[in-house]
């Protein structure tokens, strides 16, 4: 091959002096460029704030790189990698600008398993890089811990937190996010109040303040409401409305599910009640319609209107939502529904923080871009038992991080 053409490599490879491509071969399925060095070259000292510019070479170690596709050839990179003799830090391994120390990979090819693992599962992205996938998590996990290292969450003020389970019921992990940014920041395995103690000193350990955290959103269960009580002191809980509704159209459920042995009629119309009104088609409308006449006199239906009256809190005006609130209560109490009874029982527990929506208007709904996010990391783990595996892909795909890209594979994170 010219000169040209390996002055071309050079450039592709974005090598600068005294690195250069110095023989290129391609035997029909894999290409190999030798990267290497003239005689007589010297380094600068790998150590940190070293002024030497010019050390002498100790000696070097052939070393290998897997490089991106040449087509769909794999392409390797080889060099000879230098140590070299500072007068004052002594013998030490220089860093190349193609590699991180360490990896078999080079930086574009890390850079585009990221790219692809954000898209696909790790088990995909390991068959069509045609690598063994521990290396492939490898890779994800270095630049996930080594970006995480470098956040900053000092500015974090709203933290919303929910819990997802890996395996329907299963294998629970606690993802706690930044309201303000939409951004995870945290997961964690597990989804005790212990969750919250972890969060609290992972916030400490990038800058942050859990004594700075003025809102919290999360569901009313008690290990959120401990964790934040202890961890988060100054926190003011709103309590998740997309959580209330869901516990509210349970206890309808409850009571259809009862009454359906007397009423054949409420028979398979389960997701009639269920379902959000817009999204029934207009037969499943008028069936819904039918059912609710006064006349059918259905204590499904009293249950839906119960719902549908307390869904209209949060579109009532702040200063009189408290007192909505309170009457809602007092007339659902007397609705002879025990589901709905026992919801007014759990509204009264937790009064404050059902109100506080009113002045915080945070709701976990906020989160639902990064609810997707994790459902589709889900996704991506699968078939891996670890949850720290599943951990790693939302943070790679949730955390916002700033990750090497095939534009910039060395973020500042790796210089
Ligand atoms: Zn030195």
Request: overall charge positive; aromatic content about 8%.
């Amino acid at each position: 091959m010219g000169e040209v053409e390996l002055g071309l490599f050079t450039a592709a490879l974005g090598l600068s002096a005294p690195w250069r491509v110095t023989r290129t071969e391609f035997d029909g399925t894999q290409l190999d460029l030798w990267l290497d060095f003239p005689r007589g070259s010297r380094f600068p000292c790998p150590a940190k704030d070293c002024v030497q510019g010019a050390c002498a070479l100790h000696d070097t170690a052939d070393k290998t790189w897997r490089h991106m596709d040449f087509f769909q050839h794999k392409a390797f990179l080889h060099a000879r990698l230098p140590r070299v003799r500072c007068p004052e830090h002594g013998v030490g391994q220089i860093e190349v600008s193609w590699a991180r120390p360490g990896s078999g990979f080079s930086m574009l090819f890390e850079a585009m398993l990221l790219i692809l693992a954000k898209a696909m599962p790790v088990a995909k992205v390991a068959e069509s890089a045609r690598e063994h996938d521990t290396r492939i998590w490898r890779v994800l996990e270095h630049h996930v811990r080594a970006a995480r290292d470098q956040e900053d969450f000092s500015a974090v003020r709203k933290v919303g937190m929910d819990e997802t389970s890996a395996r329907k019921g299963h294998d629970y992990v606690s993802i706690f996010a930044d309201m303000e940014l939409g951004r995870v920041l945290f997961a964690t395995e597990g989804r005790d109040s212990a969750t919250v103690a972890r969060f609290a000193t992972d916030l400490t350990a990038h800058g942050g303040d859990p004594d700075s955290v003025t809102d919290t959103s999360s569901d009313m269960s008690t290990a959120f409401i401990s964790g934040i009580g202890a961890h988060l002191p100054n926190a003011t809980m709103t309590f998740d409305r997309f959580h209330l509704a869901a516990k509210l159209s349970e206890a309808v459920d409850q009571v259809r599910r009862a009454e359906v042995t007397t009423r054949p009629e409420l028979k398979h119309t389960r997701w009639l009640w269920l379902k959000n009104h817009a999204r029934l088609s207009a037969k499943q409308q008028g069936e819904l319609h039918r059912l609710m006449r006064p006349s059918a006199t259905l204590a499904t239906a009293r249950a839906l209107r119960w719902r549908e009256d307390f869904q209209a809190f949060y579109d009532q005006d702040p200063s009189y939502a408290p007192e909505y609130l309170r009457r809602w209560c007092s007339g659902a109490k007397r609705s002879r529904l025990k589901p709905i009874k026992d919801f007014v029982a759990l509204v009264e527990r937790h009064r404050e923080g059902i109100l506080a929506w009113h002045e915080s208007h945070l709701a976990n709904g906020l989160l639902e871009g990064i609810n997707s996010l994790v459902q589709a990391a889900k996704a991506r783990a699968r078939g891996y038992r670890n949850k720290n595996k599943m951990i790693t892909i939302i943070y790679l795909t949730a955390a916002k991080l700033t990750l090497p890209t095939l534009t910039n594979p060395t973020p500042a994170y790796m210089t």
